[in-house]
T-cell receptor
Framework: DSGVTQTPKHLITATGQRVTLRCSPRSGDLSVYWYQQSLDQGLQFLIQYYNGEERAKGNILERFSAQQFPDLHSELNLSSLELGDSALYFC?????????????FGPGTRLLVL | DQQVKQNSPSLSVQEGRISILNCDYTNSMFDYFLWYKKYPAEGPTFLISISSIKDKNEDGRFTVFLNKSAKHLSLHIVPSQPGDSAVYFCAATSGTYKYIFGTGTRLKVLA
């Protein structure tokens, strides 16, 4: 158990709909990352927040947005869903040691768009 | 443009032998590399990392080697155990908080 929680575990919805994925980081971690893993693909970096502020952006579609709240949990909003958005969505929180950052991943949310 | 490549989708190794997983990258700005292990229905778990100022980092049965001139890193697992069967991802970053992951190699350790 990494200490990162994600809800829901599974989500089935229809094209054109909007969903919200939730992530709670490990206690004390200020940074949250969001990744998308499509079938047979690596993890694609979407976006990173640090203490409520967006810090880095990857290949995140305009239909997708995220935010991090004062209690440090984060939400990823996916709208106008398409079949190709079906994927595993992971969040990770991170901690810095003396010289490097380690990310701890949640169990993921499996999204199926029908 | 796949900046981090794991060209072997799968690998099978006998228990007790060495497992070698490979990863190639194209971006010379990458300065920190990581390996993650992923079991089905779980998120990736951090295994080991290496900074570009080093060429080797060891942690128990796991050793990561970095060859900067070849833009290549490898993960050695010795001895391999059945519990090591999982998908292994390498990842790289250039300090911009953007982590680029490879597509993974599925390791199967045969008892």
């Amino acid at each position: 158990d990494s200490g990162v929680t994600q809800t829901p575990k599974h989500l089935i919805t229809a094209t054109g709909q909007r969903v919200t994925l939730r992530c709670s980081p490990r206690s004390g971690d200020l940074s949250v990352y969001w990744y998308q893993q499509s079938l047979d693909q690596g993890l694609q970096f979407l976006i990173q927040y640090y203490n409520g502020e967006e810090r880095a952006k990857g290949n995140i579609l305009e239909r997708f947005s995220a935010q991090q709240f004062p209690d440090l949990h984060s939400e990823l909003n996916l709208s106008s869903l398409e079949l190709g958005d079906s994927a595993l969505y992971f969040c990770a929180s991170s901690v810095y040691d003396s010289w490097a950052e380690t990310q701890y991943f949640g169990p993921g949310t499996r999204l199926l768009v029908l | 443009d796949q900046q981090v490549k794991q060209n072997s989708p799968s690998l099978s190794v006998q228990e007790g032998r060495i497992s070698i997983l490979n990863c190639d990258y194209t971006n010379s700005m990458f300065d920190y590399f990581l390996w993650y292990k992923k079991y089905p229905a779980e998120g990736p778990t951090f295994l080991i990392s290496i900074s570009s100022i080093k060429d080797k980092n060891e942690d128990g049965r796991f050793t990561v080697f970095l060859n900067k001139s070849a833009k290549h890193l490898s993960l050695h697992i010795v001895p391999s155990q059945p519990g090591d069967s999982a998908v292994y991802f390498c990842a790289a970053t250039s300090g911009t908080y953007k982590y680029i992951f490879g597509t993974g190699t599925r390791l199967k350790v045969l008892a």
